[in-house]
Antibody, heavy 122, light 106 residues
Framework: QLVESGGGLVQPGGSLRLSCVAS????????MNWVRQAPGKGLQWLSY????????HYADSVKGRATVSRDNAKNSLYLQIKSLRDEDTAVYYC?????????????????WGQGTLVTVSS | SFELTQPPSVSVSPGQTARIPCSGD??????VCWYQQKPGESPVLVIY???MRPSGIPDRLSGSNSGNTATLTISGTQAMDEADYYC?????????FGGGTKLTVL
């Protein structure tokens, strides 16, 4: 199970730290991702962090403004975003990534949290 | 940058076959997965590695991928299949989602 928290109303220019707590599986074994969905829009991938935090990537839309981190001892994943803009208003999901790669990369998200809503507005 | 393109909507009559395409440059060289999302719910994985179904997903749902197009096929479409469907692939360490297709069961 994945449970996100930390969403809410934030003023433009502000910052937010989202959390995702995992249970029921060995969290430290999995790469984790953040995905968001603006109201009435599609899914947008934001970031991933490998199991040991050695490999981190961001989408261009949040690069330089977002920091992903994890604490395997607490089974927790985090996403901090600063300089928030109206267009950052969205439901933010954490998702567990499965890696079935043999030769060609095979990655997919088999577990998703329920999401936490972030509203950026003055 | 790599992009995945889906039609905004597809309509199908109950019991008929729905096909939802997802196109991208040389998409057949990558593995594609599909997610189903119903209103107010989180996405659910329905197809991975082009044509594999997670446990619990009915065999009415199937996937294929060749050339520039991946396709999610729903046979014997039921009212419960009405949802948004997203394709997804990986490109150079980034995740790419299609824009999503709203499947309407008329």
């Amino acid at each position: 199970q994945l449970v996100e928290s930390g969403g809410g109303l934030v003023q433009p220019g502000g910052s937010l730290r989202l959390s995702c707590v995992a249970s029921g599986f060995p969290f430290s074994n999995y790469t984790m991702n953040w995905v968001r969905q603006a109201p009435g829009k599609g899914l947008q991938w934001l970031s991933y962090i490998s199991s040991g935090s050695s490999d981190i990537h961001y989408a261009d839309s949040v690069k330089g403004r977002a920091t992903v981190s994890r604490d395997n001892a607490k089974n927790s994943l985090y996403l901090q975003i600063k300089s928030l803009r109206d267009e950052d208003t969205a439901v933010y999901y954490c998702a567990r990534e499965v890696d079935d790669t043999v030769i060609t990369p095979v990655y997919y998200f088999d577990k998703w949290g329920q999401g936490t809503l972030v509203t950026v507005s003055s | 940058s790599f992009e995945l393109t889906q039609p905004p909507s597809v309509s199908v009559s109950p019991g008929q076959t729905a096909r939802i395409p997802c196109s991208g440059d040389n998409l057949g060289d990558k593995y594609v997965c599909w997610y189903q999302q119903k209103p107010g719910e989180s996405p659910v994985l329905v197809i991975y590695q082009d044509d594999m179904r997670p446990s619990g997903i009915p065999d009415r749902l199937s996937g294929s991928n060749s050339g520039n197009t991946a396709t999610l096929t729903i046979s014997g479409t039921q009212a419960m299949d009405e949802a948004d469907y997203y394709c997804q692939a990986w490109d150079r360490s980034t995740v790419v989602f299609g824009g999503g297709t709203k499947l309407t069961v008329l």
